[in-house]
């Protein structure tokens, strides 16, 4: 006969599901959803965007992580500094995450928009004359912003990482929270058990 799932054991699975769902944001991760430098440039010069400062963002992020490194170098010891300097570099990655992500979201939707538009036997897609293709026209503009402001936090991931390496001598890599094992998750499953009895 199949054993049942206690309540505690369910809610243990699932947390530990999500766990394994969750995505790992990493610099490689950030670089193939952002725009590279030659899309950025392009977007740039066609929407008449003020281009990336590439380099500058890249030192400037890098030299904030080194002085603060080199500030708390002082008060804390060699793990402590690199688990600190692991988390802020985090920060910076996971930033490029998810402006990338938005970037290809508001991408997929300008592209959506301009196609209908281009759509001659779909005239029931267009508000008039004018209406949709200048809301088309926002779309691909604000598209290309957010691509820009994808590429410039990538640069600056990009230097943050540069500077853990600088900093620790080794290189960046995301955190991951262990994950628990059966074993613990049955420990857990047994003391929630014996709670209920209000021992």
């Known amino acids: 006969m199949a054993k ?13 599901r999500k766990t394994d769902e969750r995505q790992i944001y990493t610099l ?11 899309l950025a440039s392009n977007l740039s010069s066609t ?5 990336v400062d590439a380099a500058g963002i890249r030192d400037a992020t890098k030299n904030l992580i ?8 002082a008060n804390l010891n060699e793990k402590a500094l ?4 692991q988390r802020v570099v985090g920060a910076f990655v996971s930033s490029a995450c998810g402006a990338g992500q938005f970037y290809g979201q508001k991408m997929s939707q300008a592209r ?3 196609t209908r538009l281009a759509n001659e036997d779909r005239d029931e897609d267009r508000d008039g004359p004018s209406g949709f293709e200048s809301r088309a026209a926002r779309a691909r503009l604000f598209a290309a912003e957010t691509g820009l402001q994808a590429h410039a936090l990538l640069c600056a991931a990009e230097g943050a990482v540069d500077a853990y390496a600088d900093a ?7 955190y991951e929270a262990p994950r628990l094992n059966s074993q ?15 021992a």
């Open 4 to 16: 049942t799932q206690t309540p505690a054991q369910t809610q243990a699975a699932k947390r530990t």
């Open 28 to 38: 490689e991760y950030a670089t193939a959803i952002c725009p590279h430098a030659g």
């Open 47 to 51: 929407f008449g965007l003020n281009p």
């Open 66 to 73: 080194v002085q603060s490194a080199d500030a708390l170098a």
């Open 82 to 85: 690199q688990m600190h300097l």
């Open 112 to 114: 959506d928009m301009t």
């Open 168 to 174: 620790t001598g080794e290189t960046w890599k995301p």
């Open 184 to 198: 613990n998750l049955s420990r857990q499953s047994a003391a929630a058990e014996l709670a209920a009895f209000g």
